[in-house]
């Protein structure tokens, strides 16, 4: 995991948490075509799907077909959502070499979104992370709603470094943390990530936010200040949560790699590659995407005649 | 212009800044209306219009009704854009007690914008600012793509901070610098303001942001971790510049007190309020605006039944 500290690694979670709450429903020639146009302008690390029980989340009944139908390169990490030990099991047949799971911090919203307690998610975590060390399967673990929950309100910075250290003990690679329904604020990423950094270092760490309040990529800011290097987002700002009332886009991929490859930070992305495919994205959904650099477009002096 | 560090101080833009581009004409009584209503929801400093001649910019024709129509509370303060030195006698003549001059750092968006070279405006600000004085009407000064040029490209950051001393020295009670066409990037806004803190303190200095690539309240973020405590917006995103192609709104005053104040800092603003003005906005100009925390509203964490 040893990076250089100007080298950023994002995970482009689109094609997952940007696809799972469309109503119009992307054929799976389109998901396929998106992650590799995604892979083409950069991404080194991609969700493609998530491995949970079709009737939940009817958008993504075509899990297994999309993880087979993906022109696997060499040096992409390929991910899915892993909600129990049955999706993790559908998972490792489609051929998966890097799975995540996900508990959330808020006991109320966990329920609603896994239909388990915290302790019986925590407990499947456990039992998924032992068969993926087994089957060299790599893994990522969720905290969501670890910045606020739609029912129980702010969330204890303390439980959401208990569980990150808890995830960290299993083997896991990676712990994202996840302002689920976009109610974060600089502050707030700042105490939490000061909370989790006593047990779990910033180069383990990355942030997942949604943009639903406008703070998304100040928040990253915020992180990126306290040492953070890896994020989440999802191109063009597609996203949410259909279990969170309220959730909206994630950031933008699209407005993050323009911002960091602005700062000079090393992300080995193509933002315009990314903003061909945002609009790609829009046109195959029939609706204007929330990102602003696909609109706006790169900057370069014009002739001033 | 002292103030505690956990304050800051808005200027809302949106009936000049926001206006000045909108193809849509808004009649005089509902500029007046919506400078009414930021007021109740808590702007203590706000931009009216500009007294540009009304063949540069039609939409704001309107300037001295607009000026003389609203019903100006005490602790609040009016500006008005003052291009020459005729719009600043206009805007004393329709009872300005604050305006606000302009320069682009580009020689080549100067010309577009004032059809001047900086000398010669600069000359001119010398002149309104003497006047000014004389006359007791406070006034602030803009430098205009101080963060990049759609002409020249990026700008030098010296250049930038020698503008804003030469505003100080005329007396001008605060300088805002303007990322007129929106590609700042943190690491950028963090270079000039150190180049302009050499000779102007950070209580002088506001931040004026666009978010044509998603990058403004991160950029704000960034002025504020500085030390920067003004910042100008845009109730519900309104805005752009008629003569900098490329250019899209401002930086949402919704979404940027929507972070400060869940930041704890105090803005005296009422964000719900500041929403409300932006639906109504929406209404008015029959289209969706750019800001996202009209869209998501306020968060109160709900009952789970």
């Known amino acids: 995991m040893a990076m250089p500290s100007d080298s950023v690694s994002i995970m482009e979670v689109g094609p997952r948490d940007g696809l799972q709450n469309e109503s119009a429903l992307v054929a799976t020639d389109g998901k396929i075509g998106m992650v590799e146009a995604l892979v083409d302008a950069g991404l080194k690390r991609i969700e493609i799907t998530s491995f949970v029980n079709p009737r939940w989340i009817p958008p993504l009944a075509d899990q297994a077909e999309v993880a087979r139908g993906i022109r696997r390169l060499p040096g992409v990490d390929y991910a899915g ?62 905290v969501s709603t670890a910045f606020g929950c739609p029912y129980e309100g702010p969330q204890d910075a303390a439980r959401v470094a208990s569980l990150a250290t808890r995830f960290m003990a299993m083997g896991c690679y990676q712990v994202s943390l996840g302002d689920t329904i976009g109610v974060a604020s600089p502050r707030q990423i700042r105490e939490v ?21 406008g703070t998304a990529l100040a928040n990253a ?79 370069k002096a014009r002739s001033a005649s």
């Open 221 to 299: 800011l915020a992180g990126l200040d306290l040492g953070v290097r890896a994020f989440d987002s999802s191109v063009g700002g597609l996203g949410g949560c259909p279990y969170a009332p309220g959730a909206s886009g994630n950031l933008a991929t699209d407005d993050l790699v323009y911002m960091l490859n602005t700062m000079g930070m090393k992300t080995g992305i193509d933002v315009d590659k990314v903003a061909e495919v945002s609009r790609m994205m829009s046109r195959l959904l029939n609706r204007a995407l929330p990102a602003k650099y696909p609109q706006a477009g790169g900057w």
């Open 81 to 142: 959502l892993v909600p129990n030990v049955k999706g993790y099991e559908n998972a490792k047949a489609a051929g998966m070499k890097e799975i995540a799971v996900v508990v959330s911090s808020s006991e109320t919203h966990n329920r609603k979104n896994i239909n388990a307690s915290t302790s019986e998610t925590m407990a499947s975590c456990e039992e998924i992370s032992a068969r993926a060390r087994k089957d060299s399967i790599r893994f990522r673990a969720y």
């Open 193 to 213: 990530l000061k909370a989790v950094n006593v047990t779990v270092g910033m180069d383990r760490i990355a942030l997942h936010l949604h943009d639903t309040r």
